[in-house]
Each structure stands twice: as C-alpha cells, then as structure tokens.
C-alpha cells in the first residue's frame, strides 16, 4: 500500500514517504508514531488523500495500541475519508524491482480492500472500547468489501470472521460466536493448511468461547488442539505457546481444579520470563491470574502477593492510568473483600473505577464489574440499600453494552435479589433470582454452577418467606445439580 500511494499523487507526500520510509529503516517506534503524525497532520492540513489515508490510519494504529482509543476512532475516520477520495488512475509501481503497471480497476480494487482494512482496524478500536455493536457494524462493512473484492475463501474473510466471533463472544452471544469461529476456521483450513498459526488462533478463540460458556471440558480440548500446533510450528519456548498456557489455567481455574490452574500458569510464567524478561505486561498478566487462581482457593494473602506483583509491572511497564492497572486493582479490592476487609476493598475498587471511566468511559463492561463488586461490597457491611443502587448502576450498563440475556446481566439479578431478601423483601428477591434464573438456564443450560446458586438463593429466600414446600424442592434441585459435577 506504500508503494501504490506513493506512485499515486503529490510531491508533498513522497517527501512525507521519504521520510517515513527512512525512520521505519531505523526501527524506532517512537519515531514511526512521529512520522505517522505528521503525515496524517500535513495531508490534513493541505487535504491530501493519500497523506490522510495513509498517515492517518497509521497514526491510529499507534493510538489505539496506547488505548487512546476515542483519538484513534476519530483518526481512522479521517482516513476513511482520505481513502474514499483517492482518485484511483493507472499507475506504475515498484515491485521486488520490477516495473508493474496497475490498470484503474486494479488500483479501485485495491483501494477498496485499504477501505476495508481500515474498516477493521476501526472494528477493533470499537471493540477495545466495550462498543461491540459499533465494532460489529465495522466489521460487517469490511467484510462486505472482501467478499466481493477477494472472495467467499480469502484469509481476509477468515480474519473478519474471527473478529465478529470475538465481539459476539464479549456479547455473550456464545452460539453465534461459535458459529463466526467455526467459519473462520473453515476458510483458514482450506486456505492455509492443518498446522497453520492462523487455525491455532481460532483454535484458541473457540476455546474461550466454550470456557465462557461453561463447557470447560469442550474449552481444554480446543486450547490443546491450538497449543499442538503452537508447539509444533513455533517451538516450546514462543510467547503464544505461554498465552494457550495461560488459557488452559483459566479453565482449569474455573473447573475449580486450582493446583493444575497453577501448573499451566506457571508453564507460561517460565516461558514469559525467559523470552520476554521480568517486567514484560505479559508477566504480569500470568502473575494476575496466578492470584487469581488462590483467591479462588481461598488463600486471600497468597493472592494479594500475585496481584501486587503484577500491578507493580504494569505500573512500570503502562503507566498508571491503564486498564490493566484497573484490572489488578479490582482483583486486590475482590481479596479484601473475600478477607472481610470491605473499606479496603471499595477503595481498590473505587482506584480501578477511577481508572475505566477516565480511559473507557461511562459506559463500558469494566466500569458495570467494579460498580458489582462496590455493589457486594456494601452489600457484605450491610448497607443494602447502598448496595442495591451499586447492582443498578452495573446492570444499567450492562443492559446497555451486552443485552439483556449476557450471564453478567444475570449475576447482577442474583446479587440484587441476595440484596432484595438480606432487606426481607423476599417477594422482590424472588422476582430478580427468577430473572438470573432464566438467562443461566438459556445461556449456560441447566447443568451449570451458577444455576445450582440461583436455586440455593430461590431456596433460601422462600424459607425466609416461610413457604418450606417451595425451599424444599429449590434445595434439591441445587443439590441434584452439585452431585452431577461431582461438587460437594
């Protein structure tokens, strides 16, 4: 794409290229972003197409790998804008050396995959902000363009695929995400061969999906068919081989099987650490999961070493304005919470809102998690009431960003209905425990843990209400479903 906007207009912008091209043989990223800059600024200023398409989508590139995503937004739009008034004429180009001559189809063709290509990289900056219907509309726009300009089988459709699958997974729609991966996956076999990284990648990604789900069974067997050809194609020491790692623990850590959670976290801890050095992110996101896994076990203090052994890696390495700064101090406030320290927790907690609403803004998942847990925290020092108008902040946005059927939306029913029956209105709790009812039962199906929880509460709160026929026949259907997993 250099080459073709280069040989397409303008002296300004072949001195701008010129430039560009001799900082990007330096290798300084620093640099790239400067030059990036300044051609987005300079085809802005003398509204140079080329300069805007170019410039600006590279340049928002840059912003959104700093999370400065409503800047990278506005930039790629910019770019659109500059793609869309490139007037496509023949032209010669420079291949490996060779003279090539474009006709004007040609050069149109090409300019439209550029629009599609900043079509989703718009898409993902939608979808890092918790915008997943605005990344779906993008991604949608871009595979409009590759259908047509590559075909039905093209990597690219297989890439866009995947992305639409990632965005409907956050969704909470597993089934359509399912059903995006499995076309990507598709695509990416016939396209690419068996052992390809790309079918890793999918691989991987229907891992998570089924992990969300609650399948961690069905989750393991697709994180070992990524981590198979991982091993294979990149060898045992590749920071991708670590991240399947790291998967395999999370679903290890939700089956509730800690100590073989721990043994994959710490697989990828040792690959991370010689390949990537003490104070990558990516240390630090392991030792995030590491305390997570023994918050889960219930060793509170073990668990608070993990996360201020991460947050002080991402406090170096991000910054202290960055998500993943929020992440850890949600997770430390989640452990003094669970030790019984609720002041401490909604402080941690209140650090991490602090954080989501500067960088992610009002509406996000992120802030809806943190607004539940101050929601539990209140709820623990019995301040019901506080507590409840916690639940309602997060379900708001919840509600808003993921629809009314995402298993959060329903977390946060159940939390309101413990609220609803600790302030003895069992009726209202009754009510909001129904609701979590209904969605586990369609999104998670009637097997699940959580299911088995929202018939423990129903239980509780019909026992409460003095109706024991009713607690009675809740209680046996939670433990029915506990003997079937095999829990105590």
Do not use: W
């Not at 900056?125 to 779906?136: E, V």
């Amino acid at each position: 794409m250099l080459i073709l906007l280069s040989a397409l207009d303008s002296t300004l912008v072949n001195r701008s290229l010129d430039v560009l091209f001799e900082l990007l043989r330096q290798r300084d990223a620093e640099l790239y972003s400067l030059a990036y800059e300044e051609l987005c600024e300079r085809g802005k200023e003398n509204n140079i197409a080329e300069a805007k398409a170019l410039g600006c989508s590279l340049y928002a590139s840059v912003l959104s790998e700093a999370f400065r995503l409503d800047e990278a937004i506005g930039m790629y739009e910019v770019a659109l804008e500059g793609v869309k008034g490139i007037e496509a004429r023949e032209v010669e180009i420079d291949v490996g050396g060779e003279k090539r001559r474009l006709s004007e189809a040609e050069v149109k063709d090409v300019l439209r995959v550029f629009e599609a290509d900043v079509y989703n990289d718009l898409s993902l900056a939608y979808y890092y902000k918790g915008d997943y219907d605005r990344a779906i509309e993008y991604f949608n726009k871009a595979l409009k363009i590759y259908l047509k300009a590559l075909g039905p089988e093209h990597p690219y459709v297989a890439y866009v695929y995947n992305g639409l699958g990632s965005a409907y997974l956050d969704k909470g729609d597993y089934d359509r995400a399912v059903e995006y991966f499995n076309k990507a996956l598709k695509i990416y076999l016939k396209a690419l061969g068996p052992e390809h990284p790309r079918v890793a990648m999918v691989y991987n990604n229907l891992g998570n999906a089924y992990s969300d789900k609650g399948n961690y069974d069905r989750a393991i067997e697709y994180y070992n068919k990524a981590l198979k050809i991982r091993l294979k194609v990149l060898g045992p020491e590749h920071p991708r081989v670590a991240m399947v790692y790291n998967n395999l623990g999370n679903a290890y850590s939700d089956k509730g099987n800690y100590d073989r959670a721990a043994e994959y976290f710490n697989k990828a801890l040792r690959i991370y650490l010689k390949v990537l050095g003490l104070e990558h992110p990516d240390v630090a996101i392991v030792y995030n999961n590491l305390g997570s896994a023994y918050l889960y076990k219930g060793d509170y203090d073990r668990a608070a070493e993990y996360f201020n052994k991460a947050l002080e890696i991402f406090l170096k390495a991000l910054g202290s304005e960055h998500p993943k700064v929020a992440d850890v101090y949600n997770n430390l406030g989640s452990a003094y919470l669970y030790k019984g320290d609720y002041d401490r927790a909604a402080e941690y907690y209140h650090k991490a809102l602090k954080i989501y609403l500067k960088v992610l803004g009002l509406e996000h998942p992120y802030v809806a998690d943190v607004y539940n847990n101050l929601g539990l925290a209140y709820y623990y020092k019995g301040n019901y009431d506080r507590a409840v108008e916690y639940l309602n902040k997060a379900l708001e946005i919840f509600l808003k960003a993921l629809g009314s059927e995402h298993p959060k939306v329903a977390y946060v029913y159940n939390n309101l209905g413990n609220a609803y029956s600790d302030k003895g209105d069992y009726d209202r709790a009754i009510e909001h425990f129904n609701k979590a009812l209904r969605i586990y039962l369609k999104t998670l199906g009637p097997e699940h843990p959580r299911v088995a929880d929202v018939y423990k509460n129903l239980a509780k709160a019909y026992e409460k209400k003095g109706d024991e026929k009713r607690a009675e026949e809740y209680r046996r259907k939670a433990e029915e479903i506990r003997k079937r997993l095999g829990e105590k």
